[in-house]
């Protein structure tokens, strides 16, 4: 019987966006036991095999791993594991990655593909790989960042519409190409003058939706220059990948976030509907809380019981989140450098508590919060939940 935890995420990304390079080195930095609290086991033999040769090819080919070997290979299972202070290794969850072939990504693609749309409606989250070259494009105002912007953008924006409710993240793809000429914020500016884009930051910012941007690069800072817009690899570096973990680590989060909303917002209407009190849906979280179970401790108690046991994660998770996510935009920053140590306290107190499989995901989500509270401090515009 197997009853680990599993949460699909479906990846789109148009051709050379970076897709299967990403798969790889998020494989490579995570498959070891490095400074994180957890590691990732991809499932199969074969799997393995692939993405260890892709970082091998990555890291001393003469040339880029090439792009065509594996359109039959598009389904990726990680096991999130975690070594308990008895050395014994636990299994806490399991991320499944579809990797959606950019051809895929067209115009025609649509309502038609009904096997995709039931992926789509069966995944937990999407993840959107915004390629970084064709960023720099743009910033330069270049034929080929204008017709991304035009053409590859709204066709990815238009499938992201069909996730709805679930958190969405849009990955920033070669961050090293970028980060000596632009800034996130500069970015993020050029990306809003598409109007598909502000419409969609705008329409889940209304409903209250977790979207992040995340910069990343498989490779890191001197890996490669882009020469006539051509990706060269600079002889003799090795690869430093940058935040390669952190849009893995951004998912049970932001789970967390919707799924309780979800429910908060399920009991408004409720308690509207049974005793006919209009509650207001402007009181925030704990406000609503307190009204509908007469203690805001109560309410995160009925909260912690009525979730799905697929995002239970602890009461003590649920509280976090309210407590954290009512923070105005402006003093999260703030309030993220003072998470710093009570996290990283909590993750330590987790990981030595791991007995089973239940205590393993507590003590990776413990984990997964320490990043992403990072990012929060590296990058706090990449957040995008609260801003239009
Ligand atoms: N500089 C840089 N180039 C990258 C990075 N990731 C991918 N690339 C380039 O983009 C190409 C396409 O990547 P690939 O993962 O095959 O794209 P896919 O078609 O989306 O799977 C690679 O061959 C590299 O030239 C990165 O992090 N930094
Ligand atoms: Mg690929």
Known sequence: MNTMNTYSVIMLGPRGSGKTVFLASMHKKLSTQG?????????????????????????????????????????WEFTCRVQAKDLLIYNACKFVYLDYAGDRVNTEMGEEDE??????????????????????????REKFGLEWLTDDLPNLLNVAQNIQNKPLHFVI??????????????????????????NIVRKRNEANKPIRLIPVSSVGKGFAKLEDNIMIKNVGVLPKPFQVEVPLACILPDIIQEQVDELIERIRQEEDKIKGIEIKPELNRKEKLGRFFGSIGAGIKKIQESLPQKYKFGENLVEDFIEFVEKPAKEKEAEAYKRVEELRAKQQEYISKVVDEETALKSVVASFQSIENRLNIDFPESDLSKVL
């Open 173 to 198: 793809s070669k961050w090293d190409i970028i980060e000596p000429h632009y800034n996130l914020q500069e970015i993020r500016n050029v990306l809003f003058q598409e109007e598909s884009f502000g």
């Open 115 to 140: 096997e995709f749309n039931e992926q789509i409606r069966r995944a937990d989250i999407m993840l959107i790989l915004l390629d970084g070259q064709k960023l720099c494009s743009l910033m330069r």
């Open 35 to 75: 400074k994180l609290d957890f590691f990732l086991k991809v499932d199969g033999e074969e799997k393995r095999k692939y993405l260890n040769k892709i970082n091998k090819e990555l890291v001393f080919g003469e040339k880029w791993p090439s792009a065509t070997q594996m359109s039959e290979l598009s389904e």
